[in-house]
């Protein structure tokens, strides 16, 4: 097999390989981008991009009304009832196609057959590019999500602030204090149904120090310590492989790893509305004024669709 010379795109790092020296020492003087970036370098150029629009253009009028193929034709009844058994996916013996147990089972791309399982976009920078670069596509990243989701692109924009809504409700619990609804739901259906000793996790002793992507330092204190051994942070699965929860989690594994303890982010099922609100009619939690305020509006709205009925 003939040796193989390397370089790396001085655009987006990629390694790039060769099969002459010669060749990958004149591409690495001239600088030479990837194919990939080269392709996008082309693509922005201004003459280039009135090209394409004057090209769209032409053909949108040269496809259009009497230019288009199928002007003046209709499909035929066979043709019509043959797409719309496509659409509700179905074969010509009305056998469910993408529907069958066996379609769906080709077609998981769930768990570990996801090809981003136990990964973020982040983690997949760091290792193409290096901690700078990723840390330079983090922050752009951030600033593009802001910027589509603020002003008339939120979807709340113009619209009322929901009373009460989300996990973030905070209180007291036959004295123990919680700060979100999960962590109430994890204090009863865990913590009180399982009989384990614990403590608060918001402590000083067990602040561990992390880096976040922008290079500052920052501290992170778990939800629970349960029987002196097992460091719980309670948090939704969705948010778990967040860029800043995995620094997170990273950190507190290496703070558990040297004191002794085990650490795990978990997810659990909130309790009912219900169940909530009889908690709080019941006086066994104790809600903060904020949310008091919000508990009572919610009892109040329930008495007013009771009393329509």
């Known amino acids: 097999m003939s040796e193989k010379f390397y370089r790396r795109c001085p655009s987006c790092n990629v390694l790039l390989g060769y099969t002459r020296k010669k060749n990958r020492n004149t591409a690495e003087r001239k600088k030479l981008l990837c194919q990939s970036c080269s392709h996008k370098e082309v693509e922005k150029r201004p003459e280039v991009i009135l090209r394409h ?148 996790a918001e402590k000083k002793k067990y602040s561990i120090p992390y880096i976040d992507y922008k290079n500052k330092k920052r501290t992170y204190r778990a939800d629970f310590i349960l029987d002196n051994k097992i460091m719980i942070e309670v948090k939704p699965k969705k948010l778990m492989d967040t860029p800043t929860n995995t620094l997170k989690k990273n950190a507190a594994l290496k703070f558990c790893s040297k004191n002794g303890l085990d650490y795990r982010m978990v997810d659990i099922k909130r309790l009912g509305q219900k169940k909530i609100i009889d908690l709080f009619k019941n006086k066994e939690i104790i809600l903060t004024e904020k949310y008091k305020k919000y508990m009572e509006n919610l009892i109040e709205k329930k008495k007013g669709s009771y009393n329509e009925h």
């Open 53 to 200: 629009k004057e090209r769209s253009k032409e053909l949108s009028i040269k496809n259009s009304g009497k230019g288009n193929p199928f002007y003046g034709r209709k499909h035929s009844d066979e043709s019509r009832k043959r797409m719309k058994k496509v659409q509700q996916g179905l074969d010509k013996k009305n056998n469910p196609i993408y529907q069958s147990e066996e379609f769906r089972e080709k077609s998981k791309r769930t768990g570990k057959l996801n090809g981003m399982y136990g990964r973020n976009v982040y983690s997949v920078w760091l290792k193409k590019y290096g901690k700078k670069e990723a840390d330079k596509k983090m922050a752009k990243a951030k600033k593009k999500w802001s910027k589509s989701s603020s002003g008339k692109n939120n979807g709340m924009y113009g619209k009322p602030s929901p009373q009460g809504a989300g996990n973030g409700w905070s209180g007291w619990y036959k004295g123990w204090f919680f700060r979100s609804l999960k962590e109430l739901s994890y204090m009863i259906k865990v913590i009180e149904k399982k009989g384990y000793k614990w403590e608060n």
